[in-house]
């Protein structure tokens, strides 16, 4: 039996992907990213000063909060156990680690930028749309803060996108909905830069177990889907010559 997509994708083709910039007013980056019914607001903020730490360095640092509204899932979830769950934790932990790829922290000094995801709709897939939109809103702030005199020089290094892929009767999906996040055995989440060189891969068996060739064909779709969302980025960032190594 083959896995029919409730909404009629290729199992190769992500979901359509936004990003809208300039969302709110006051952080220098913000933007809705929405991955089909998945939304979510990325802001980034910069503050002077690092965690203890890293101060006399002369080195930058980033990190990350992710929350889900308590209207995002289809039954509402109470502020506080948001805040403390486990999950919310692994996941800002997983946005920071990401990001930090992008970002050359000599070029920043000591000053700390805080990327903050928030869910407004989980169709699944949220980490993966705070870690492509927080790379926009990333590029978004950056730009802002060089016009304003607030950075010299551009910190970004390099780009990040991640991407879900599942199995669904045994074979690959990519960018999965809750739907499908749910039937799926298998589920995984992979973070590339921009040479498709891997930053992180958290690969779940949720049933079973999968083969080193379902792992391989898994990598495959991964790969597929962020060139797609690389591309969408660099199309959402309209000063990318002034804010990236050329490359
Ligand atoms: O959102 P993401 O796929 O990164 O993380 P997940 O923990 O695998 O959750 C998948 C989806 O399950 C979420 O996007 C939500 O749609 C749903 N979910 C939920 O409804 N309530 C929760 N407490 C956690 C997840």
């Not at 990333?138 to 304003?148: D, W």
Request: with cysteine; proline share 4%.
């Amino acid at each position: 039996m083959v896995w029919q997509r409730p909404d009629g994708r290729q199992p190769y083709q992500v979901r359509p992907i936004s990003f809208h910039g300039g969302f709110t007013r006051f952080a220098p980056g913000s933007v809705l990213t929405k991955f089909g019914d998945t939304q979510v607001l990325c802001t980034v903020s910069v503050s002077e000063g690092v965690p203890k730490f890293l101060a006399g360095t002369g080195k930058g640092w980033l990190t990350s909060e992710y929350r889900m509204l308590p209207s995002a899932t289809q039954e509402r979830q109470a502020r506080e156990l948001l805040k403390l769950s486990g999950r919310t934790q692994e996941i800002q932990r997983l946005i920071g680690r990401s990001l930090r790829g992008a970002i050359d922290f000599e070029a920043l000094g000591e000053r700390t930028l805080t990327v903050d995801a928030d869910v407004l709709q989980a169709d699944a897939g949220t980490r993966t749309a705070a870690i492509t939109g927080g790379f926009v809103a990333l590029a978004h702030a950056v730009s802002q803060l060089l016009q304003q005199g607030v950075l010299e020089r551009s910190p970004l290094s390099g780009q990040v996108a991640a991407i879900s892929v599942g199995l669904l009767q045994g074979e690959p999906y990519l960018d999965l909905n809750y739907i499908e996040d749910v039937a799926a055995t298998v589920d995984f989440n992979v973070v590339m830069n921009q040479d498709l060189g891997i930053i992180e891969i958290q690969g779940t068996a949720e049933e079973g177990s999968y083969s080193r060739t379902q792992l391989n064909h898994l990598l495959d779709f991964a790969e597929k889907g962020i060139q797609q969302l690389l591309i969408f980025q660099k199309e959402a960032i309209s000063d990318w010559d002034q804010l990236l190594p050329v490359n």
